[in-house]
């Protein structure tokens, strides 16, 4: 039986706190990434909500971007909700853009495309998993859309007709907060992934 | 699939776990007051979580006096249209009306603020009636709980807005924590006593003996104006701050917002700090708070 995998969690802004908590209830441990020194020894890696502008920002400064994208690119499991599946996008649908994001994922990312924040919403969202189907409850807060998708990229989660969640191998990018309900099934997906 | 999927499925907005969840995802930031459009882009520039957008500081506000009411909405969807992190506005204590053009405007957070003139003496506004997040200032745990039991999703410092002072804001905060540790540590048979006492919901009170927190965020607020303040407040417990008057009343914004945006992450490491600290120019003059009339300390509106 393998041991418990450490699941860093990137803690230059937004809500690592909540991952933390969801992931200990999934039976992972975690350690809050600031640097790229503390990036050492973990097993995967997690980009929580907040502000992606914010989070470029600070990330680049200190090297933080690039060796998650290394570490991304030798195999890590890497997951992004939220702001984070914008960090792991290729292309931003916008102007000037203030995030810089790692292109660890073929996708182009709208953000803040629901409106403002009277139009964040709750509604179940229809998951692929293991060839496993089923419905989990899905919190979208300022959410990103996906606007555009190629392959290697695939599928894995729908709101409706649209697609939320996406992976490309080892990286999983999500529009929504899987660990702001008490559906743990996404986290202990990826802590699956973490323990392999 | 199941039966009850139909309703399961429907979108619904404005839920008490989207309110908070915007409140979580603006932790371990700074939000930054702005008056204009170049401002904001200034403040988001430098790595602001959000903005508050104001007609006037409350440095300003306090120099001026008068009324001082919701911004204009002109500024605020202006404001808007400039940055893409969440914009916030201040209504007046009680003024619930201010609250829902706000609201209408598409504001992403509603600050019922101390820092207006309030416009009910006895009511803050009933925050469950919008789909908008509120933040609302305290100076104690009694206070904090008051309001989010009228569905505030943020709690804030009062502190004393306007001044450069961070004394109150401190009090503040440290008057939460230490409230909240005492709840924390009592017997679950004191709790009705302590709601009594507190003039606090006992759901609320629960809350805090049971997890040893808020049920919500708790950022600092009032009087903070350089990089050592929002680390010292952080230090405190504050999970992000607040920086009204300090960075566009300060000689060089630009670099100020960007020493104070750094000093909130590396708030536990003194060596970072001096070198962010180093050459930022002249601090906002600011108000020795202690020295204010009573009828112009601030944090004194509101219950």
Known sequence: MPGKPTIGIIALQGNFAAHKHAFHRAGAGTRLVHSPEELAGLDALVIPGGESSTMTLLGYENGLWPAVRKMAQAGTPVMGTCAGIIMLAEVLDEEASKVAPLGLLN??????????QVDSFEQSVRLRLDSDERTVPGVFIRAPAITHMVQPTEPFGWLGDEIVAVRKGNVLGLTFHPEMTDDLTVLRHFVGLATK | ???????????KKGTWRVKVGLAEMLKGGVIMDVTTPEQAAIAEE???????????????IRRDGGIARMADPDIILKIKDTVSIPVMAKCRIGHFAEAQILEALGVDFVDESEVLTPADQSNHVWKHDFAVPFVCGCRGLAEALRRIAEGAALIRTKGEPGTGDVVEAVRHMRKVQSEIHMLHRCDESELQAHAKELSAPLEQVRYVW??????????????????????????????????????FKSSDPQRRARAIVASVLHYRDPAKLAEISRGLGESMKGLDSAKLPEDQKLAERGW
């Not at chain 1, 996708?107 to 403002?116: D, E, K, L, P, W």
């Not at chain 2, 199941?2 to 979108?11: G, L, S, T, V």
């Not at chain 2, 430098?46 to 300003?60: N, T």
């Open chain 1, 107 to 116: 996708i182009t990312v709208s953000r803040n495309a629901y409106g403002s």
């Open chain 2, 1 to 11: 699939m199941q039966a009850n999927n139909d309703n399961k499925d429907k979108r």
């Open chain 2, 46 to 60: 430098a790595g602001a979580v959000a903005v508050m957008a104001l007609e006037r500081v409350p440095a300003d």
């Open chain 2, 210 to 247: 049971k997890y040893g927190k808020l049920p919500v965020p708790n950022f600092a607020a009032g009087g903070i104006a350089t990089p050592a303040d929002a680390s010292l407040m952080m230090q405190l417990g504050a999970e992000t701050v607040f920086v009204g008057s300090g960075i």
